[in-house]
């Protein structure tokens, strides 16, 4: 994990509340899809984290939802300005334990990790069948995206003004293996209908990198810090 400046390429909205923005920076350190960056925010003690959807040599792209003062913040933002982040952080998804069609299941914000995910997956010769869940219509993002890597994409929306009317869960027949980023009754629900799994979990977190243990949830196989041994965690060990 380094602390470096990173340069905000473009910053632009997708859907409802939702913004994508390319950070111009170091990526080196980025080793799996499902890991995220902490943003310093000027004025706001703690940091804020968000997954990394995507990232090349050169730059990195996030998408995030405006929900309190700080992503408001970062909607205001704009080319050129510089952000002051660590990265990378987390374990991330770990390819090789992932069969050849998994179910690949995004919710909301839970969506940007997934594509990395979908894209390292199907760069490894793997066939990933991808549910994009959503509340409504206006809050759909990255369809398009995700189809032209070449996946299989279904979406759901709650209350069925777009695609398949219901939950991710609804959008696939139980499957063997299943990576799932969204809320935790969402992630449960997936881990009910998939045999193995990764599921990446969300908790409020202060430091980001392992050194307050304010991020740390009980598994199985005793307590682990979300920021640290997380975000992702396999169904084995999770305790619900
Ligand atoms: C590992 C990780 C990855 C994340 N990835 C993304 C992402 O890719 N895109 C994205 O939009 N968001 C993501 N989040 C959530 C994001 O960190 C919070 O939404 C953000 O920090 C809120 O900052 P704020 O100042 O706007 O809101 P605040 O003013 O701090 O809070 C506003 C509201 O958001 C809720 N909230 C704040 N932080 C969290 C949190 N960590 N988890 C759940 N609810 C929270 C609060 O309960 C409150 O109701 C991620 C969180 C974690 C822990
Ligand atoms: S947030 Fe400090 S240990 Fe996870």
Redesign the pocket.
């Given at each position: 994990m380094e602390k470096q400046i990173y340069t905000i390429l473009s910053n632009e909205r997708l859907a409802r509340d939702?913004y994508r923005m390319e950070l111009e920076g170091d990526t080196r350190g980025i080793t799996a899809p499902g890991q995220?960056i902490n943003i310093k925010?000027e004025g706001?003690y703690?940091r804020?984290?968000?997954?990394i959807?995507d990232w090349d040599d050169t730059k990195l792209t996030?998408?995030?939802?405006?929900?309190?003062?700080?992503?408001?913040?970062?909607a205001k933002m704009g080319p050129g300005n510089r952000l002051d982040i660590l990265c990378p952080?987390?374990n991330g998804y770990d390819l090789d334990k992932i069969s050849d069609a998994p179910v690949i299941a995004g919710g909301g914000?839970?969506v940007?990790?997934m594509y990395g995910l979908t894209k390292a997956l199907i760069e490894k010769g793997k066939k990933p069948m991808v549910v994009l869940g959503f509340n409504t219509k206006e809050e759909v993002f990255y369809e398009k995206e995700f189809r032209d890597l070449g996946a299989e994409v279904k979406v759901t929306t709650a209350d069925g003004s777009y695609g398949i009317k219901g939950f991710v869960t609804d959008g696939f027949t139980a499957a063997d293996y299943g990576c799932a980023c969204g809320p935790e009754p969402m992630l449960k629900a997936v881990s009910d209908k998939v045999k193995h799994g990764q599921f990446?979990?969300?908790?409020?977190?202060a430091c980001g990198f392992g050194g307050c243990m304010g991020?740390s949830c009980e598994t199985k196989y005793g307590y682990k810090r979300?920021?640290k041994e997380?975000?992702v965690l396999e169904k084995e060990e999770i305790k619900w």
């Open positions: 939702i995220f925010l706001f703690l804020r984290p968000i997954s959807c996030i998408i995030y939802k405006t929900v309190g003062q700080g992503t408001e913040k970062m952080l987390g914000v839970g940007p990790p990446s979990f969300e908790a409020r977190m991020c979300i920021c997380g975000p």
